[in-house]
DNA sequence: TATGAATGAGTATTCATTCAT
DNA sequence: TATGAATGAATACTCATTCAT
């Protein structure tokens, strides 16, 4: 029951009817982007489709770019949520490293255009150097959290801090990469399956740790 | 009666003065490219820097992206050059091997804006349905010349084709990935150093191949 | 019964406390046009200065022209002040005069952007037909009161009333002149010094006046 | 009779073409300005009245404030004949000068908008600091032009150089004064007549000159 | 083969103002 | 009295491309 007639909840509401129409726009902004790429992804386009007008979009964001850098922390949100999901439903290490680097591999393969978006977004794309220091690392520690189980499964299988650190930027790397090649299509001059490919990389790393530090680029010998 | 006004010659001469113009353009098209990127590659600018009207470069390309796919074709060929050098100065297998994947790599380390060319192109960059058939074909193809020596050293090493085939996938695989944080920026923050890495990841790979397949994904178990 | 709720004072209160607003809303104004220029202030950036959003500031003002009028009194009620002031420090008529147009020409020397304003408002500047009988005589008036004191001045030194005039719009008109140069820099062509030029001006007309007329443009001559 | 079937006329043919092109925009650029004001002369506008597309506007001159310079050149150029051609009229060197001077006043007291031309360019209109220095010169050597028939008057009347150089000064001020009184209707509280004043104060300094330099500001009397 | 001229569609952003709450 | 939200019109400028000459 409200206490007066400007009741305290009218400040949350607000607020929660402001962040409502943030998202709207950002899922206008999504579908476009979703359809007509990075390119067809102009403020016009993404307005039309929120049923705005371009100006409007001027109240909520600073800029096209505050839009796709929004764009981008959301999407490396929901590749945290998807990592950790599939991380957390495994009990052993071995397995929660595997998951955590299948469900990443996934969830680029089935979301291209985030693949799209980070890559335009952490290299020239943003007008003043990169997106400025803070946003650059607001960025890092989200991908940070969506590797670190990556990280933990190899800690936990006995790797030193430094091994699983490098087995991490390689798990990072080769997925990157596959991701890469199929989305360019050229994966299929290989005749070759990038999710398989996937999977025996990381059993291979795995099977490294498992050895006892074989397998591991700079392993024992 | 010896040659006519119109001789056979003059065809010839008009076909290589025409090579040459078009050189002239490509090579001012990679300048303004080098020091402006895809964004300040206008056909405009690239006129500007071979000396010509904007138009005037219709004579000689369809388009802009044909200009564009056809810097592609002498990136790729300036790689398959590097690598086939980087291979043919060793004589084992094995550092046949290395030193193409690592020419590789370098190439696209020192030369980041062919990077960039080489996916705007194989992406959405192209208006129509990628590049069209034939070209595609071609552009597959000099990547295939390229990354020869790789799938010929491990055969020479033991490796069957398929595994062979195999092998080349994840190495590009394993570059691309890796060249593409360095490009990002990203790989600063797990203070690694992609050549090492690149170089650990290939050294893992021989050693699998001179131990009779083991270390290779789908290893002996 | 005493004061009651709505207490005859409260009329008054609400006056006096919208009259304030007012002023710092106008104060807010004056500080982004002394920064920014008329280009710069815009309604959102006064607005935003005041602390106010945009929208705020048509409880208190009609349009931005009002506030740009409102501006432009309160600019003359200073300039007034400014003269007067100066006026009143000399005792002798000639001194008053030679006082008050110099004060006058200092002003808007020394706050140029005033003289923007003036312009801006004075002319094209407002939309329907220069600013409204009513503004446009209040602001008459108020000029009238600024340059009142070289008048009386050159009366007390003899003038006819018409010759007064006529001698306040020639030294309004020096002034703004010298002021205008000074303004767009082009004095520097002359390698002269407005401030100089219109002392010299002064005294050449005080030495007419003194001399019984001469000097004035329709003299005994 | 042409020399080739590419005869030399050619190219002089296409350069008058295009100055012939560029002379219509900067007569509708002058019309638009003229009926709207500065802030009307959009380059939409100028297009549109030019029967133009605004981005065919680009390949004649280089930007709006571009044309605006140019425009300006032209006024300058106008008012410097307007000033030679009166003072060429008379023989009497104090007939010169008086002829030139009014010449000058003339020409802005009928064309206003060129006043307000001048004023906006001279000023903050333009966005690097001004013209830049070379326009700016160029701007201040077309004054210099315009005003020298009224030095040459005074040193052929027995002014120093630089008595006549501040004569110049003072004459271009009080012109300058006068004509913006009169554009912002502020003359009308005076009741006065522009013109007069001005004669009056040329005929002033006239007489100084003749009476041996009295009547000079710093005169020695 | 090359040019000058022109187009039409597009870009992001800013502005003063209005209105329901 | 003040806000958040929204509008519609405007801004200068860039682009790849076409076409008559």
Redesign the interface.
């Known amino acids: 029951m409200p206490l007066s007639p400007k009741s305290p909840g009218r400040a949350a509401r607000r607020q929660s009817v402001g962040d409502h129409k943030r998202e709207l726009i950002l899922g206008a902004a999504r579908r476009v982007f979703e359809s007509e ?3 067809g992804a102009s403020l016009r386009a993404i307005a039309a489709e929120a049923g705005y007008t371009p100006a409007a979009l001027y109240f909520h964001f600073d800029s096209k770019e505050a839009i796709y850098a929004e764009m981008l922390d959301i999407s490396l949100g929901r590749l945290a949520d998807a990592v950790l999901a599939a991380a957390d439903a495994e009990a052993e290490p071995a397995g929660r490293l595997r998951a955590a680097a299948l469900a990443f591999f996934a969830f680029y393969a089935e979301n291209p255009r985030d693949l ?1 978006l ?2 335009y977004l ?3 794309g943003l007008k003043p150097k ?1 997106l400025g220091r803070a946003r650059d690392e607001r960025l ?1 520690a989200a ?2 959290v969506a590797l670190a189980p990556i990280g933990a499964g190899a800690e936990a299988l006995g790797a030193t801090p430094e091994a699983a ?2 087995l ?3 798990v ?7 991701l ?2 199929t ?5 299929r ?4 399956s990038a999710p398989d ?1 996937m999977r ?2 990381l ?2 790393r795995v ?1 490294g740790l498992l050895a006892g530090g074989a ?1 591991l ?3 024992r ?1």
């Open positions: 790429g990075l390119d799209d980070g890559f952490l290299r020239g990169g890092n991908l940070a650190r490098l991490v930027v390689d990072f790397a080769h997925a990157v990469g596959l890469l090649l989305h360019t299509g050229r994966i001059m290989f005749e070759a490919l025996r990389y059993d291979e099977r397998g680029p700079d392993g010998g």
